[in-house]
């Protein structure tokens, strides 16, 4: 069974520094992610995705992908206190997006 | 605009009672749908998937089961709760790639 793996757990960074996540999948048929944020008590929304090798920039919102090492990053710069909450990886294979496979999440705490 | 509705918002079940929870998706015709399960602290789990009336596959076992009674609903239930039940009830749709999430049903089984 597939497994997506989160690190790290938890990361604490000062208002207008980088954040960095990162995501990794066990099964080699994976070739689509998600970056989902997930506000305490609240629905998780989608930030980003990517299933090219490369890098992806959406505001202060950077992905990358390697898809050889099957390993994605999130890069949030200039991070806010607003940015404060769960941030979810998912792992998909092209045609079975019916098979959304979560991590378990990297807990993002920016302070002012 | 397609919208997303889930009921209720919250509950505090007794183990051993049923439940139906629910969701009603607007403004988008046939589309895939979903139930997550995530437990406080835990992963978010897809528990059922259904892309069409009166199909759903089940991903994970926990005695719960679910039905698409209409192209726009989907419903999750089940007899008689666990203690285990206890977490956040996602209902989600998608058609195509994305996956949108409603805002969710806290359960709380005591």
């Known amino acids: 069974q597939q497994k997506v793996q989160q690190s790290p757990e938890s990361l604490i960074v000062p208002e207008g520094g980088m954040a960095s996540l990162n995501c990794t999948s066990s099964?080699?048929?994976?070739?689509y992610f998600w970056w989902y944020r997930q506000h305490s008590g609240k629905s998780p929304k989608m930030l980003m995705?990517?299933?090219?090798?490369g890098e992806k920039e959406e505001g202060r919102f950077t992905v990358h992908l390697n898809k050889a090492s099957l390993h994605t990053s999130l890069h949030i710069r200039d991070s806010q206190p607003s940015d404060s909450a769960l941030y979810l990886c998912?792992?998909?294979?092209?045609?079975?997006?019916?098979?959304?496979?979560f991590g378990a999440g990297t807990r993002l705490a920016v302070c002012p | 605009a397609q919208t997303i509705h889930q009921w209720p918002v919250a509950e505090i079940k007794a183990v051993g009672s049923p439940l139906s929870l629910g969701c009603t998706i607007k403004?988008?015709?046939?589309?895939?749908l979903y139930w997550y399960w995530q437990a406080t602290g835990g992963t978010l789990q897809q528990l059922f998937y259904?892309?069409?009336?009166?199909?759903v596959e089940s991903v994970v076992q926990l005695n719960l089961s679910a039905s698409r009674p209409k192209d726009d609903q989907f419903i999750l239930s089940t007899e008689k709760l666990l203690l285990s039940h206890s977490g956040f009830y996602l209902c989600?749709?998608?058609?195509?790639?994305?996956?949108?999430f409603g805002k969710g049903t806290r359960l709380t089984v005591v």
């Open positions: 995705s990517i299933f090219s090798n």
């Open positions: 989600a749709w998608s058609l195509g790639v994305e996956v949108f």
């Open positions: 099964d080699r048929n994976v070739d």
């Open positions: 403004g988008k015709s046939s589309p895939n």
């Open positions: 998912a792992a998909s294979i092209t045609g079975s997006f019916n098979k959304l496979t």
């Open positions: 259904s892309i069409t009336v009166g199909q």
